[in-house]
């Protein structure tokens, strides 16, 4: 079995912060786009993230849920820099991100990417070693260097490459595509990867496989994952800590156990309730989530939460919560959420 | 997006969604499209008869046929199989057949030089604008817009009829003529690829944006830009042969389709047969290339 | 939609700015000095000052653009330097003639394309399908400048039945449609020019009416048991948007690229009088040609895509 080798030392080298130094650090990132074919151009814009500020510890794996268009994809593009933020600083082991510190080309090497859809996501003219190898290619590596990493890392995602370095994506199922994915996404030897809806578009059981595949390569390569999804069972299994974002802003962040076991933002409460549970006898009891999330375009002053929440007061139509330090390094956004702990 | 010259309507579809049998095992799109080629009777007729009409116009001076331009006034319009002259002879009494042959020289020519050239020069300017959008986009596509204004027939007879006529200012007509077009597909296209993830997913390995266009844009944008440029190819050898007739293009005493309908034209009282026959060959050449074109769509699986 | 339709409107005119800058650009693309070359071989030192005063060839180039496009938005073209006419008028008299023969050879080419189209289209995949299909490759493919001769070949030479070219005797100012005498004169040149709508628009109306088939609105008729003339009734109707589109955008096409059919017959179009002017190297009449055609082809677009947005709103083409 080939291994990838700078990873797989028993200390890494391109460690600079040392293991107290978090691998991400996000400061008041802020990305609005703005509305296309309106009347008015000047005023409407979504405010797809707005003022997200976390750390990212490493070798932990942060899941990040919420409702479709909450700005949770927005995010991974963000921290990809495949787009750029309105504002916000970021900081990679240490190094802003941009600076002397950490060039943009220095964090590519660090920072990769799994897409959601696996059929867009590879090139269908390329064959599956060629796609792996592109990005070795861009960073110098030579044509042969670049062959043997990729048919390297087909045996470390579970691809015999006899088989499947020549083959062409249409020849791949859903779940040998995101293997390949992976892959692609290892071919730089990243120390991070960002995972969005990486697993959602497959079978549960080819879910399942791949998940372990992720746990896996998480242990060998000393990883630290981002894990972006909607579905809150997966992300439960998968990750350290969890942060949930409604409307662009962060809800609540902690640990998975405190937050599942304990959920304290309503909006959590909600999403909670509402996934689906696989024992028919915990049946859902309390009203789930209700309503769409308001238009996200110029949102109103005060919480955002506050049209679907049943616990809202005059206050939340006012003053807008801020993401408060809670026991355990645990953090709410609600105005009542002591008050609201036992509820 | 339908298309000023003949009314297409092309669709950018995306490879084909080969099963994995045994059969489509680890090949590449392009032999897929070879294979789907072969078993096309129809499609291989006209090739063959497309690559026979090349062919004779490459290897005419050895093919041992009568001088193209000698001219005979004792045999002037003789009816077809007259005394060695395969389709009898024209109106200064050379050889029809002979010139049917090296006409083919010219009318091939003003066919295929302008379309492959349009195809170069449209195709990447419409990468270019699809893949870098915004004020580049506005620049390119809004001239582009100009251009399409204007009937093809109309623009490629105001552009040859202002510089004159001559094989050279036919193929710069013909060429300006089909950019517009070929640069709308490939812009349309490259806008689709460019929204796919593996675009993203390129961005986020450090790929400079030329590097991606070369990698990961051109080969996609491929299959449409060469499907609808070889239908092109067909309005190309009408629209050549068009200017020759109109006595732009090519100048006599060349050789060329267009123009020796137009000077047979006058005998049509006398032998309206032999009139006919430049037509024709410029008719089964267009012909030709439209069923190969065709079958290649089908091939290639762009829906039209 | 009407916001839509004016956006539409209001496209055009920088659309027409760039086709007049095109046609101003046509004199300078022309070999040598565009003063020469404006000269037609036998011009007369009136012609030379006449023309000098025209374009103003002393100013700079944006000042003549600037003078020739608010010459030709008031309808003045300059003077023909063969007939000496105005240029205008020369232009709209045989923009009429054109119009004639396009609207003929659209309407006869679309009422043969529904018929075989929606055929095709109703037994898509069959023999029939794959015989109209060859069918409108063919039209698509043959050289109407050739038809024509075929056409004059065997029904003025060889059987007399029809005239072979001109418009008869009436000329072009009373031509009538009514009178057979000088309908006649319209009917090779009308059959010759529909042929390659005619391919494109059975293209067209097979695609949109097996589209249309295909929709589970009508799928559901047809399991309702309604009879196939009713089921293509609706098909028809719901394709009928996109098939009116085609049919002006080839009404359009006709109007500008008359010059081939028009020149074999000796029709007194538009086309026949660019041909002229390429012929004489009559500038004026040459550019004003052009002009007209290019701004009638934008605006025919501008109605096609107006009428479409009407009709069916899922379509904005931009």
């Excluded at chain 1, 304290?264 to 309503?291: F, Q």
């Excluded at chain 2, 001239?143 to 050279?168: E, K, N, Q, R, W």
């Excluded at chain 3, 000496?84 to 679309?110: C, D, H, I, K, Y």
């Amino acid at each position: 079995m080939f291994l990838v080798d700078t990873t797989s030392t028993a200390t890494d080298e391109r460690d600079v912060g040392g293991a107290a130094q978090p691998m991400l650090i996000v400061r008041d990132l802020k990305k609005h786009f703005a509305v296309r074919g309106a009347a008015v151009r000047s005023t409407a814009r979504v405010h797809a993230v707005d003022g997200v500020s976390f750390t990212v510890a490493k070798g932990e794996t942060l899941g990040v849920v919420g409702e479709s268009g909450c700005g949770k994809s927005t995010l991974g593009k963000l921290l990809m820099h495949l787009i750029d933020a309105d504002s916000g600083e970021l900081i990679f082991d240490g190094g802003a991100i941009g600076t002397r510190d950490m060039p943009l080309t220095q964090l590519r090497r660090n920072l990769q990417m799994v897409f959601q859809d696996s059929s867009s996501s590879l090139n269908p003219r390329l064959s599956i070693e060629t796609s792996i190898a592109y990005g070795p290619r861009v960073h110098g590596a030579s044509a042969s260097e670049a062959k043997a990493k990729a048919r390297d890392l087909l045996v470390r995602v579970g691809l015999r490459p006899d088989i499947f370095a020549g083959r062409y994506p249409h020849e791949l199922s859903g779940g040998q595509k995101q293997r390949v994915n992976i892959a692609r996404a290892l071919a730089l030897d990243p120390r991070m990867i960002i995972l969005d809806e990486s697993v959602s578009a497959l079978d549960k059981s080819v879910e399942a496989q791949v998940l372990n595949l992720l746990r896996r390569l998480r242990e060998d390569l000393r990883l630290t994952y981002i894990f972006i999804s909607h579905d809150l069972n997966v992300v439960q299994y998968i990750s350290d800590r969890v942060l949930v974002m409604y409307m662009g802003k962060i809800v609540e962040i902690g640990a998975v156990d405190e937050i599942y076991r304990r959920p304290r933002h309503p909006y959590t409460k909600a999403l909670l309730r509402s996934r689906l549970s696989s024992s028919p006898d915990e049946r859902i009891k309390l009203a789930p989530l209700t309503g769409d999330p308001p238009n996200p375009i110029n949102p109103p002053p005060g919480c955002r939460f506050r049209a679907r929440c049943p616990h809202a007061r005059d206050l939340c139509a006012t003053a807008e919560p801020v993401l408060e330090d809670g026991a355990t390094g645990r953090k709410v956004a609600c105005h009542f959420a002591e008050e609201l702990a036992d509820a | 997006m339908t298309d000023i010259t003949t009314g297409n309507t092309i669709t950018f579809q995306g490879p084909p969604a080969v099963s994995g049998g045994a059969e489509a095992r680890s090949r590449g799109y392009w032999a897929g499209v070879a294979r789907r080629l072969r078993h096309d009777r129809f499609t291989l007729f006209f090739l063959a008869l497309a690559l026979l009409i090349i062919l004779g116009a490459l290897i005419a001076p050895w093919l041992g046929l009568p001088d193209p331009f000698q001219t005979s006034m004792a045999r002037r319009l003789k009816p077809i199989g007259f005394k060695g002259h395969l389709l009898g002879t024209d109106e200064l009494g050379r050889d029809l057949f002979s010139r049917l042959v090296y006409g083919g020289r010219t009318s091939l020519l003003l066919g295929i030089v302008p379309v492959v050239l349009a195809t170069l020069i449209g195709g990447l300017l419409g990468v270019v604008a699809g893949f870098f959008g915004r004020g580049v986009n506005m620049l390119i596509m809004r001239v582009m817009d100009v251009f399409y204004a204007f009937p093809s027939v109309l623009l490629a007879v105001a552009i040859s009829g202002t510089l004159g006529g001559g094989i050279l200012n036919g193929l710069i007509a013909l060429t300006l003529v089909f950019i517009p077009s070929l640069c709308r597909i490939a812009e349309s296209a490259t806008v689709q690829i460019r929204a796919l993830d593996y675009i993203e997913a390129a961005r986020a390995t450090g790929a400079s944006n030329w590097s991606i266009i070369r990698t990961h844009v051109i080969g996609n944008v491929l299959t449409p830009v060469v499907v609808y440029a070889s239908s092109l190819i067909s309005v190309a050898v009408l629209l050549g042969a068009g200017l020759s007739f109109l006595g732009l293009g090519v100048e006599p005493p060349t050789p060329d389709w267009g123009q020796m309908l137009s000077s047979l034209r006058q005998s049509i009282y006398v032998q309206p047969l032999i009139c006919a026959l430049p037509g024709l060959a410029i008719f089964l050449t267009s012909l030709s290339f439209n069923f190969i074109s065709d079958g290649l769509r089908r091939a290639m699986d762009v829906k039209a | 939609m009407i916001g839509y339709i004016i956006k539409r409107m209001l496209y055009i005119i920088p659309v027409c700015l760039g086709v007049t800058a095109v046609c101003f650009a046509l004199m300078y693309l022309a070999p040598g000095d565009p003063a020469q070359a404006l000269l037609p071989p036998d011009a007369t030192p009136e012609d030379a000052a006449y023309l000098l005063r025209l374009y103003g060839f002393d100013q700079p180039v944006w000042v003549q653009y600037g003078r020739w496009v608010l010459r030709a938005a008031s309808g003045d073209l300059g003077v023909s330097l063969q007939s000496q006419r105005p240029v205008f008028r020369e232009v709209m008299s045989a923009l009429g003639n054109t119009a004639v023969l396009s609207a003929g050879a659209v309407l006869l080419a679309f009422v043969l394309a529904f018929i075989l189209g929606t055929v095709a289209a109703y037994n898509i995949g069959s023999r029939i399908d794959q015989a109209s299909t060859t069918l409108s490759i063919t039209g698509v493919s043959v050289p109407n400048y050739w038809l024509g001769i075929v056409l004059v070949i065997v029904f003025a030479v060889e059987l007399g039945w029809l005239p072979a070219a001109g418009m008869g005797s009436a000329g072009s100012d009373s031509f009538s449609l009514t009178d057979w005498a000088q309908l006649r004169y319209a009917i090779l040149p009308i059959i010759t020019m529909s042929v390659l709508p005619l391919g494109i628009i059975m293209r067209s109306v097979r695609a949109s009416v097996a589209e249309a088939l295909g929709q589970e609105s009508i799928q559901l008729l047809r399991a309702k048991g309604l009879p196939p003339y009713a089921i293509l009734t609706h098909a028809v109707k719901n394709a009928f948007p996109q098939i009116l589109a085609v049919m002006g955008l080839q009404f359009g096409f006709l109007v500008g690229g008359s010059i081939l059919v028009e020149t074999i017959f000796n029709w007194p179009g538009t086309g026949f009088l660019l041909g002229k002017a390429i012929l004489t190297r009559d500038v004026p009449l040459l550019q004003g040609t052009i002009l007209v055609l290019s701004i009638s082809f934008v605006i025919i677009n501008l109605v096609v895509d107006v009428l479409q947005s009407i009709f069916d709103p899922r379509v904005r083409r931009t």
